[in-house]
């Protein structure tokens, strides 16, 4: 059924009203990386690579936590569409609990492992020496940044989209001081990024305790079952992000093994797609909450609607994204300081960048919907797909030797693979479930 003018101005307001603070909270995690980017990109070489080097191995284990926000917005939001608040309070702490144990095991696992993680990535040398350094300091403030996550995810769940902004930009802000005083000021190098990046993440962490833990009144006592249940919830979600990790992951490989040349440009494109992608996972978040909410409630109506708007939303924001690039195009090699042999191919991968834009914004829309839904164990299964989807294209542009555009065509190919085995779920009506 079509949305009347007065139902779409109606979800109109209730998606910009989540999605814009959203916005602003998604862009500051991503502008953490674009400031250490180009703080460090004035740097001798090869600390520009080795931060892509080492950044790419702590996407992979900050991305496949991220459960902890995605699994705690959707729980937490079908208890407040349930009525059930105390509940919905004691599902956050128990996501807080599991986010500071899952820090923990990540320190004490991957820090002896350091060496040989960069090394698979392709880093030799000194490129590999810095990549440790950068990776191991990083690695003290893993259990903030999944602290972080739980605790936006808490928020968000009770329709907060405001409050993570506020701490988003005070973190990134805090961020860019620290790094200038460390790497530029201080001399430190690319150890001072780590530095920086680490005490703000820390402070934030801080934040959303004293924020849960003091406005809401949350008991600090945990409560093993909800911890256990909880991270049961979010196996399926690791899956779904592991698939999307291993895709990025073996691009970064590919490239590295190209050239340092190839390596620095992917980085950069690596750092704008990322920035565009958190933009647009900005309706998804406000899908999270709201296809949450009302499946709470009981409202399957409601829920539709809404997801069709949204959908109009990320068609919209990605045609809009892409031409921002394209304009701003001739201007991004210059910000990175990047040598006439990295910005011609970052140049070029701009153009996959824009064009691209429109279907991921389809694409992180309807996941964000089908994750409020809680339906997990489809898009486990959709990840699965989609990556043996990718598989091939990679495949070829190593065997051809074809280069960095033939790379991110391939993972154009990935992108519509997700857009068809996101479309095909919304379209129809299992994941339509009701209930607290």
Do not use: K
């Not at 902890?68 to 349930?82: H, K, M, N, S």
């Not at 808490?154 to 620290?178: H, W, Y």
């Not at 994750?371 to 542009?397: E, S």
Request: net charge positive; with cysteine.
């Amino acid at each position: 059924m079509p949305l009347t003018p007065s139902a779409g101005r109606a979800h109109d307001r209730q998606i910009l009203r989540l999605a814009v603070p959203a916005f602003g909270a998604l862009v500051a995690e991503p502008l953490f990386l674009l400031t250490d980017t180009v703080i460090v990109s004035h740097l001798p070489a090869p600390a520009l690579g080795a931060l892509g080097v080492a950044s790419t191995v702590l996407s992979v284990l900050v991305g496949l936590c991220v459960f902890l926000a995605y699994g705690t917005t959707a729980a937490v939001a079908r208890q407040i569409g349930a009525g059930n608040t105390r509940r919905a309070v004691q599902q956050g702490v128990d996501g807080l609990w599991l986010a500071v144990g899952a820090g923990l095991a990540i320190i004490a696992v991957v820090w002896p492992l350091a060496p040989f993680l960069v090394h698979l990535i392709g880093a030799e040398g000194e490129l590999a020496r810095q990549a440790v350094t950068y990776l191991r300091i990083s690695l003290l403030g893993v259990p903030a940044m999944l602290l972080v996550l739980a605790g936006t995810g808490v928020l968000r769940g009770m329709q907060d989209t405001a409050t993570p902004l506020l701490v988003s930009v005070g973190s990134f802000a805090l961020n860019a001081l620290l790094n200038l005083a460390f790497v530029l000021g201080l001399g430190w190098g690319i150890a001072g990024s780590a530095w920086g990046t680490v005490l703000a993440q820390s402070l934030g962490a801080a934040v959303y305790l004293v924020l849960i833990f003091g406005r809401h009144g949350a008991r600090l006592r945990p409560d093993l079952a909800g911890i256990r249940a909880a991270g049961s919830a979010g196996i399926a979600l690791i899956i779904r992000t592991a698939c999307m990790q291993v895709v990025l992951t073996i691009a970064a490989t590919v490239a590295t093994r190209m050239g340092e040349d190839q390596i620095e440009a992917h980085t950069v494109a690596l750092r704008i797609w990322t920035l565009l992608a958190f933009a647009l996972d900005a309706i998804a978040i406000a899908g999270q909450a709201i296809t949450g909410r009302t499946l709470g409630a009981g409202d399957v109506a409601g829920t539709r609607a809404a997801t069709l708007r949204m959908v109009m939303w990320g068609i919209g924001s990605g045609v809009v994204f892409g031409l921002v690039v394209i304009a701003a195009r001739p201007f991004v090699p210059a910000l990175f300081d990047a040598g006439p042999a990295v910005a011609g191919r970052l140049l070029d991968l701009l153009w996959v960048i824009a064009v691209l834009q429109p279907i991921a914004g389809v694409v992180f829309v309807l996941d964000g919907v089908l994750i409020g839904a809680g339906d997990q164990r489809y898009l486990a299964w959709a990840g699965l797909w989609t990556t043996v989807a990718y598989l091939p294209a990679v495949l070829l542009v190593t065997v051809t030797g074809s280069g960095l555009v033939a790379l991110w065509l391939a993972l154009g190919v990935w992108m519509a693979a997700r857009l068809i085995t996101l479309g095909l779920r919304a379209y129809g009506g299992t994941w339509l479930v009701i209930g607290a």
